[in-house]
C-alpha cells in the first residue's frame, strides 16, 4: 500500500513539474525498451534491498550488476542516465513508463505466485505418493512376516 501511495504521489508531482519538453537525446532508449530497462532495475534493486552487507561491498557488486544489466539490453550507463533524465523531465512520459513496470511487476508476482501453488501441489502430491509406497512397503513387509 505504500508503494501505492508512494508511486500516486510521485506521478502527481511529476506531472505538477512538467514543464517544457527537453531536447531529445541522440541516444534516447525507446520507451518500450525502456521499460524492459527500468523493470530490470527495480528487479535488481529489489532483490538487494533485502542484502545485509558492507556499504562498500554491496556498492561495488551493484556497479557490476548493473553493467551486466546495460550490457544484456545493449545500452552504456551513460545512455541510460540520459534517458532516465529526459524521461522525469517529461512527466506523463514517464507516469505511462512506470505504469507500464507496475503492470510486468504485477504479472511477475502473479505468476510466481501461481508458480507456489504449483509447488505446492507438487509437495503434497508426492507426500501422498509417498504414504502410499510406505503403505505398500508395509504391507509387503507384513505379509513376508506371515509366511
Known amino acids: 500500500m505504500k508503494l501505492v501511495i508512494s508511486y500516486l504521489a510521485l506521478a502527481a508531482i511529476l506531472i505538477a513539474c512538467e514543464g517544457k519538453p527537453s531536447t531529445v537525446p541522440h541516444d534516447l532508449i525507446p520507451q518500450e525498451k525502456f521499460v524492459d530497462v527500468l523493470l530490470d532495475v527495480r528487479l535488481l534493486e529489489g532483490a538487494y534491498s533485502t542484502k ?78 509417498k504414504k502410499e509406497v510406505d503403505s505398500i512397503a508395509s504391507n509387503d513387509r507384513n505379509s513376508l512376516l506371515k509366511q
Open 52 to 129: 545485509v552487507s558492507k556499504p562498500d561491498t554491496i556498492k561495488m557488486k551493484m556497479e557490476a550488476y548493473y553493467q551486466s544489466l546495460f550490457d544484456k539490453h545493449g545500452i552504456s550507463k551513460l545512455q541510460f542516465t540520459t534517458s532516465e533524465e529526459y524521461y522525469m523531465k517529461n512527466g506523463s512520459v514517464l507516469l505511462s513508463i512506470e505504469d507500464s513496470v507496475m503492470e510486468k511487476l504485477n504479472r511477475l508476482n502473479n505468476l510466481q505466485n501461481e508458480l507456489k501453488v504449483d509447488d505446492k501441489m507438487n509437495l503434497l502430491d508426492s507426500l501422498e505418493y
